[in-house]
């Protein structure tokens, strides 16, 4: 089993920054692809970035291009999404995820494990 752990969130003004964190621990060893998925009040979970377990090759969603920044540290076992220029359409709840398989991948069906979710709220 893995366990996935986000922290990170809280309240921020438009145009303000935040970087979350996701600590993996358990069975890791497998490797594979981690991403950050955003679920928004009333919406459907929505993909935000991936990275590959080596932290070499990254995907992102058009909506977060040129503003977020997905990484990974080996040694930490751990996942990062520096996120800039935040804007109110950004508040969502965030979440970390698995995927065994090592491929970029977008679809929330093809990761294996889940975080809890850490809250993002931007205020205008």
């Known amino acids: 089993q893995v366990q996935l752990v986000e922290s990170g969130g809280g309240l921020v003004q438009a145009g303000g920054s935040l970087r979350l964190s996701c600590a993996a621990s358990g069975r890791t060893s497998g490797g594979g692809t981690m991403g950050w998925f955003r679920q928004a009040p009333g919406k459907e979970r929505e993909f935000v970035a991936a990275v590959r377990w080596s932290g070499v090759g990254t995907y992102y969603a058009d909506s977060v291009k040129d503003r977020f920044t997905i990484s990974r540290n080996n040694a930490k076992n751990t996942m990062y999404l520096q996120m800039n220029s935040l804007k109110p359409e950004d508040t969502a709840v965030y979440y970390c995820?698995?995927?065994?398989?090592?491929?970029?991948?977008?679809?929330?069906?093809?990761?294996?494990?889940w975080g809890q979710g850490t809250q993002v709220t931007v205020s205008s």
């Open positions: 995820a698995l995927r065994r398989t090592d491929g970029l991948a977008a679809e929330a069906v093809r990761y294996d494990y």
